[in-house]
């Protein structure tokens, strides 16, 4: 449980100080009691059995905890840290994705928590713009999850890389110099994207056409013919040409090279924007690897392009992987969860995710309601790989409990109809006027514009074992 001695009222606290505390614990309080009917309302369990019950369970939570921490908007303030603490307090392992650089907020997350009680594991940060210099963390209760010393950062094999639309596209500074057999505008279809721009039309989209066969491009100044290796030359009259093999062109030089000069080729293949986070933990009977994401977002068709490129990448990465081991390890399990950037469950992002064997537990489809904010986008998931064959081969499976995702903002940082007299807003009026921000917003840098998503996995199958070994035949040894 959290540790909240510095709560505690002192002859030498200010009146200011001395309201804070207050204040903090009273929301404490209803935070604390919101969580506990939010996890054990589903098993419908007011009574102290849930203590019993906790034993077996294993209840696994991923949250992206927004620019965690940022001093842009003055950082997060006091409260903003135990109520974050609180929250990951109900829960025992807990993947965070958009942790920064500095990880002093972090540390204060696990003072509160209990350092002797809990720990974390943390990637270094993700170079790059994309990268945004974000670390992915696990958060764990030391006293119920186990690390099994095997950690990694999750990197693509050259043919796996992630690649943009026009990846090997040839692009002139100075323009592209094409002799055509035919007009430009011959090859425009009737029906083009456009948009106005200060009076001038503009593409909307990109367009992709098909030269002509007959086309042909004149190469920019710098451009150089490379002749490889082991190429065969003739030597007629004491001139050297280079053989054209089978080919019907005499011009056509087989297995030559054209090299252009520097920065004239896309040629992005790509690794992921962040860098997934692959982990093995043990909690009770139960061992899984664990991968964490936090997946591009881009905008636009190409951004969505690449957002899909990472899932399926990442979920076939991840397959390969558990087929291995469950070749060699049937009772160990694969799980991926984070922020996928999932826009809806009837969107290609969604079927990207349910690909190469992974699939969403039904306890969390079935939730009507993103786990944005807003609550109208299915950014966060938790998915798990599931072998073809769903006999269960070892003394474990992958058995799902209960599910959820928790609303905080119901309870602090409250707002409309959460706050019908607006005492939240009004109390930090203060802090929000020291930003450009409005209230809405700047609460989400104080806790998150994501809202942690929770599962249970039972880790508890000692009578499922021993009921295998009571039905055995006696001459089994």
């Not at 959820?404 to 607006?422: L, N, P, Q, S």
Request: aromatic share 10%.
């Amino acid at each position: 449980m959290p540790l909240y001695a510095a709560l505690k009222a002192r002859t030498s606290d200010s009146a200011t100080l001395s309201a804070w505390k207050k204040r903090t614990a009273a929301r404490l309080l209803t935070l604390r009691a919101a969580l506990h009917d939010h996890i054990y309302r589903y098993r419908g369990d007011t009574s102290h059995t849930h203590e019993r019950d906790d034993a077996a369970w294993l209840r696994v939570a991923t949250w992206n905890l927004r620019e965690f921490d940022t001093p842009k908007y003055g950082g997060r303030l006091g409260e903003s840290i135990y109520f974050i603490a609180e929250i990951i307090s109900h829960f025992d392992l807990v993947a965070v994705q958009e942790v920064r650089e500095d990880l002093r907020a972090l540390g204060r997350v696990i003072n509160i928590l209990g350092s002797h009680e809990w720990d974390f594991i943390a990637t270094d940060v993700t170079e790059g713009r994309p990268g945004n210099r974000e670390r992915m963390v696990f958060i764990y209760r030391t006293s119920k999850v186990r690390f099994t010393n095997v950690a990694g950062e999750l990197t693509l094999s050259d043919k796996d890389k992630i690649t943009h639309s026009f990846n090997n596209a040839f692009q002139n500074p100075a323009g592209i110099s094409l002799a055509m057999p035919v007009a430009m505008s011959e090859l425009l279809p009737s029906q083009m994207p456009l948009k106005k721009s200060k009076d001038r039309l503009k593409l909307a989209s990109d367009v992709i056409l098909d030269l002509p066969e007959e086309a042909s491009l004149r190469l920019p100044p710098g451009t150089k013919l490379i002749l490889k290796k082991g190429m065969e030359v003739r030597k007629t009259d004491g001139a050297l040409s280079i053989l054209a093999g089978d080919a019907p062109d005499p011009e056509l030089i087989k297995d030559a090279m054209v090299l252009f000069p520097e920065g004239l080729i896309t040629h992005d293949e790509l690794q992921f924007a962040r860098t997934p986070f692959l982990v093995t933990f043990q909690a009770g009977w139960l061992k899984c690897m664990f991968c964490t994401v936090h997946i591009y977002y881009g905008s636009g068709s190409e951004g969505l392009a690449l957002r899909n490129q990472e899932i399926e990448r990442l979920t076939r990465f991840l397959a390969k992987r558990a087929r291995n081991e469950n070749d060699s390890d049937a009772n160990n399990f694969f799980f991926v969860l984070g922020d996928f950037n999932i826009v809806g469950k009837d969107h290609t992002t969604w079927e990207s995710l349910h690909t190469n064997g992974f699939s969403v537990p039904e306890q969390l489809r079935a939730i009507p309601h993103g786990s944005n904010v807003k609550r109208d986008k299915a950014y966060d998931q938790i998915a798990f790989w599931q072998p073809g064959s769903r006999s269960r081969k070892g003394s474990t499976c992958i058995d799902i409990g209960n599910a959820g995702i928790f609303d905080f903002f119901k309870y602090v940082f409250r707002e409309g109809e959460d706050d019908a007299e607006g005492e939240d807003e009004q109390y930090y009026a203060d802090a929000v006027g020291k930003t450009k921000l409005n209230y809405r917003t700047w609460r989400t840098y104080q806790m998150s514009d994501h809202l942690p998503m929770w599962i249970e996995l039972r880790i508890d199958f000692c009578d499922d074992y021993l009921c295998d070994i009571s039905r055995q035949d006696d001459a089994v040894s």
